[in-house]
Each structure stands twice: as structure tokens, then as C-alpha cells.
């Protein structure tokens, strides 16, 4: 068993709805969730004239691949409607391998760790929430002092309240 850490993120309809169908995919399709993150609210990244996402970090447990679990995470982003158009679009789900042990994959469509991890606050505070202690494979730090380096300054916020 692996364990695989995720970045589930979501900005159209009902947020709460979309990531909570997420985590029921997940747990069915790739493993048992360990550990979550709470969930954070964050302007968007990129192309920021679009709604404000919901992201959150779950650590899981799974029998697959890397690549196995690329192609599951692409196959639940499917089935629950996201249709890719241009980077940075507001979507329905996003679902990211952040981690995957302490492999490193730099290989055509799949690079492990997420190489942004580094300049995102909006992956980095619920990371560390689960997984303060975890070394980051290639960086050799861990990420609370990925986040205490962070050149990114947007806001991320606890989100307590529903939709």
C-alpha cells in the first residue's frame, strides 16, 4: 500500500456537493482516506475572473500505480462533469496528485511531486494541516517550511460555513 496525498479543488455549483462526491469516488475507486485537510476557500489561481474555489488535501491509502491512480482521478473528474477547455477555466472538480510516497515521476502527462506545490498557499496550508513533518522528495524540506517560504501571498481561509 501507498500512500497517496490529493488536492481536491472546486470553484461551479454546489462546492460542498462537488468535493463531498469526490471523497465518496475516491474512497471507492482508490483507497481509504487516512486523513483531510479542512476545507479552505480561496480566490483562484491564474485566470482569477471566476468564483473563489473550495480546495482540501486528503491523504489516502491505495493498492495503484501512479499512473493507475492518474487515470482514476481523470475518470471521476469525467464522470462528475468537468470538460476541459482552456488552463485555468473554473471547474466543476479538480483532483491532483500532490505526493505519492516519496516517489518522483517526471514522465509526459504525469510529474510527482506537483511541481508547483512550492508557489501555491492554496496547497500548502491544508497540506500542512495533514502533513506538517512530510519531506518534500526532491526540495528535501518539509512542508511547513515549504509554507513559511512561500513567495505566494493570497489569501486562504478557513471555509466553516455552507454554501
Known sequence: MMQAILLLGTNLNDRMQNLSLARKNIIERIGMIEAESGTYRTAPWGNTEQ??????????????????????????????????????????????????????????????????????????????????DFEHPIFHQTNAELLAKTTDNSEVFLHENGE
Request: net charge neutral; proline share 9%.
Open 51 to 132: 468564483n473563489d474555489f473550495l480546495n482540501k488535501v486528503v491523504v489516502v491509502r491505495t493498492t495503484l500505480s501512479p499512473y493507475k491512480l492518474l487515470s482514476e482521478l481523470l475518470d471521476i473528474e469525467k464522470e462528475m462533469g468537468r470538460v476541459r477547455t482552456i488552463k485555468w477555466a473554473p471547474r466543476l472538480i479538480d483532483l491532483d496528485i500532490l505526493y505519492f510516497g516519496n516517489s518522483i515521476v517526471n514522465e509526459p502527462g504525469l510529474i510527482i511531486p506537483h511541481p508547483f506545490i512550492q508557489d501555491r498557499r492554496f496547497t500548502l496550508i491544508p497540506l500542512t494541516e495533514v502533513l506538517p
